[in-house]
């Protein structure tokens, strides 16, 4: 049988990697383990995994911080965090670098769904088929994670790229709040959050420093990326 995808679990409370650990393995993905900071970055430098589920809380380096190295180091496994914080605050810090947040305690279920609409996200992203969508000035590199306008590179977190490849993706299209929302979160968040609204509050302020701006709030509806109207 195939495997599904190679995960490494970073942990450092030995019951739950045992229970993560089985539990991947019966769905078909090959793991491996650490259960520090220190071990995860040498492992996952090293590469070849599909994602890592990372635990904020570890004994050396925390979470975030691992997942800031990586990025740093241009590595771009999907991460999915885990721990037991659940503060909007916190979520936002994690989803900043990573692709997506799973609080404590959790469904094993749930868990699995989650690492697999990752996987199937990051396959979209990364399958070939697209390589640059342009929006006036704006381009968007789907594979490599570049954005420029003009000649103006953009630097972007994980985050921040999904939501406007997502928006380019659908250029002059009005998207709603949940429809964002179950595009690039998944069901990881609750309908009331206003995650959607502070990542394009990120985004503008990042996009639409350059003229024109491209990020347009349509009242009651949603949000587009479309030309200025005269």
Known sequence: MTAAGRILVVDDEPYITDVLVSALRFEGFVTEE?????????????????????????????????????????????VLFLTARDATADKLAGLALGDDYVTKPFSIDELVARIRAVLRRTAVEGDGEERNLRFRD????????????????????????????????????????????????????VRESNVVEIYISYLRKKIDCFDPPLIHTIRGVGYSIREVRP
């Not at 650490?34 to 890592?52: E, F, H, M, P």
């Not at 939501?163 to 380019?168: E, M, N, P, S, W």
Request: hydrophobic share 45%; glycine share 8%.
């Open 34 to 78: 650490a259960t520090t900071g220190s071990q995860a970055l040498a492992k996952a430098l090293v590469g070849g995994y599909d994602c890592i589920v990372l635990d904020v809380m570890l004994p050396d380096i925390d979470g975030i911080e691992v997942c800031h190295r990586l990025r740093a180091e241009d590595v771009g496994t999907p």
């Open 138 to 189: 704006l381009v968007v590199d789907v594979g490599t994670h570049e954005v420029w306008r003009g000649n103006q590179p953009i630097d972007l977190t994980a985050t921040e790229f999904r939501l406007l490849l997502y928006l380019v993706r659908h250029s002059r299209q009005v998207l709603s709040k949940a429809q964002i929302l179950d595009a690039v979160w998944d069901e990881g968040f």
